[in-house]
């Protein structure tokens, strides 16, 4: 790996989170002999067990959309987390303005020290926000949403006294609670029904970000600025396409198997479309992989996996 440098390296910290997720599920240990990455590509050859050799490829789907503005602010971000002794992979929900100077930053800090941890391992980071409501119309019984809960709108369907406007502009992504997002929707069907509905009203809410506790090393934000859109789409599978061919030079044939991870944005990884890209695309991109996984919104999701046993440190302990 190299030193230290800002904005950090995503494939870096793809390939920590691979191996994170790599050495429970096989219950062998797994160490990087030598790595080498341009950004966008990273080429590792990792002993599995000291014994066996994996070869593992990390591409970054996420630097194609980067911009001076975005990583003078992963930068910023990434520095304070260091100087913070954490060590931590943020993933930022798409098309967020990260925290880059004062009291954002102290605010964030506090904010990880704060986070809640998921049953999956993942940190949750949260925020206050606000939310703005206001009625537009006596009639009707409907929310229309800008903002991260745009696609929630229908759940406020007759059950408001009129039409209303719901700016949830500052509320990037809902936190992983059932009960709090239900919550949250019974507090604007509350707020819908106040005297003064005619004037905004502010609601308040948390933005929840994921991240992972790396454990020790460098900090690394993932994520893009770019919104979720049609043309964005049809971009992201452009380039996966393209880094998928540009992997195919990097391939070892000397090694006991051979691991590619993709990192790609997404605000749920639920919700995430590299999975589905990967599929629609020619099988012989990816053919020669032995394991493929995605990393996303702070989960490693395998796309492409052997049956157990199938790979010669799967077999049986003992």
């Known amino acids: 790996m190299t030193a230290s440098s800002y904005p950090a390296d995503p494939t870096e910290a793809g390939l920590r989170l691979f191996l994170g997720w790599f050495g429970p599920h096989y219950a062998r240990s797994a160490t990087v002999e030598q790595a080498n990455t341009d950004g ?19 591409v970054n789907t996420l630097a194609a959309d980067a911009n001076l503005e975005w990583e003078a602010a992963r930068a910023a971000l990434e520095k304070r987390l260091d100087t913070d002794g954490l060590s931590l992979a943020v993933w930022a929900p798409r098309g967020a303005v990260i925290p880059s100077s004062e009291p954002g930053l102290s605010q964030f800090v506090l904010a ?4 809640k941890t998921l049953d999956d391992g993942r940190l949750e980071v949260r925020r206050p926000v606000s939310l703005y409501l206001r009625r537009s119309d006596t009639t009707g019984s409907v929310v229309t949403v800008m903002g991260g809960l745009a696609a929630h709108w229908a759940q406020f369907t007759n059950r408001v006294p009129g039409s209303f406007l719901l700016n949830s502009a500052e509320l990037l992504r809902m936190p992983a609670s ?31 970000w994921t991240a992972n506790n790396l454990g020790s090393g460098q900090s ?20 996966l396409r ?4 540009d992997a195919e030079g990097s391939m070892r044939s000397d090694v006991d198997a051979r691991a590619l991870v993709v990192i790609g944005a997404s605000t749920y990884a639920e919700e995430e479309k590299l999975s589905l890209a990967l599929r629609g695309m020619d ?11 995605i990393a996303t919104d702070g989960r490693v999701k395998t796309v492409l996996q052997p049956q157990r046993q199938t790979l010669p440190w799967d077999a049986p302990l003992g």
């Open 242 to 245: 393209r880094l998928l061919k």
């Open 283 to 293: 099988p012989m991109l990816y053919a020669g992989y032995d394991i493929l996984a």
């Open 220 to 239: 690394c934000v993932l994520g893009t600025p770019a919104p979720e859109n049609e043309e964005w789409s049809a971009s992201m599978r452009r380039n």
């Open 40 to 58: 966008t590509r990273l080429t590792a050859d990792v002993s599995v067990g000291r014994k066996w050799k994996m070869s593992v490829t990390v």
């Open 178 to 208: 059932t009960e709090e997002r239900e919550d949250m929707t019974e507090r604007i069907v509350l707020a819908s029904a106040q005297p003064d509905a005619d004037d905004t009203q502010v609601i308040p809410a948390i933005d929840a």
């Open 112 to 115: 990880v020290s704060e986070a």
